[in-house]
């Protein structure tokens, strides 16, 4: 299986900060990664698909990149309603892999 | 408007079977993959299991591969996940996800409330 590492597992950001998120993959998975945010007791909801794509409806404040081996999840300007755990998850092999989450809380 | 409703959760206790289903409604259920997802409490996600439209490709994560099967009813908008041999690490809330394709684009831009197994005796 190919296995996703997410970096930090957690961080402490203010509203307007601009945070960032990165995804390891453990064998290239060119672009087939995706991002999810989780808030609590809620399902979790796609943000952004093939690396770079925004999903409909999602703010543009949110912004993926990378390829190969390593992602980066962009949030330009953090909002109170952004905080949440994120996860990536690689669509390349049929047994689908998700990192562990990485939690953004208030500063 | 996309809704997947999950049901069948419980209590179960090691060893023994439970049955999931997931109601679709909102959209053409025999156009598009669907997948099981499930959470630990206080965990992270962890795909279990997908199916394509037409129920031919099929896939299981390894934990499960064996002891879970997974089906659809076409007619019925209606997914299922047959689970055997349940263990105390099946404790999760498990998701009911759409796939944007048909055969398996492999991610999910739809998520049902999820359903709680809890497997203890």
């Known amino acids: 299986d190919i296995q996703m590492t997410q970096s930090p597992s957690s961080l402490s950001a203010s509203v307007g900060d601009r945070v960032t998120i990165t995804c390891r993959a453990s064998q290239s998975i060119t672009t087939y990664l995706n991002w999810y945010q989780q808030k609590p007791g809620k399902a979790p909801k796609l943000l952004i698909h093939g690396a770079s794509n925004l999903q409909s409806g999602v703010p543009s404040r949110f912004s993926g990149s990378g390829s190969g081996t390593d992602f980066t999840l962009t949030i330009s300007s953090l909002q109170p309603e952004d905080y949440a755990t994120y996860y990536c998850q690689q669509s390349y092999n049929i047994t689908l892999t998700f990192g562990q989450g990485t939690k953004v809380e208030i500063k | 408007e996309v809704q997947l409703v999950e049901s069948g959760g419980g209590l179960v206790q090691p060893g023994r079977s439970l049955r999931l289903s997931c109601a679709a409604s909102g959209f053409t259920f025999d156009d598009y993959a669907i997948h099981w997802v499930r959470q630990a409490p206080g965990k992270g996600l962890e795909w279990v299991s997908g199916i394509s439209w037409n129920s031919v490709s099929i896939g299981y994560a390894d934990s499960v591969k064996g002891r879970f099967t997974i089906s659809r009813d076409n007619a019925k908008n209606s997914l299922y996940l047959q689970m055997n041999s349940l263990r105390a690490e099946d404790t999760a809330f498990y998701y009911c996800?759409?796939?944007?394709?048909?055969?398996?684009?492999?991610?999910?831009?739809?998520w049902g409330q999820g359903t709680l197994v809890t497997v203890s005796s």
């Open positions: 996800a759409k796939d944007p394709m048909g055969v398996r684009a492999g991610y999910f831009h739809h």
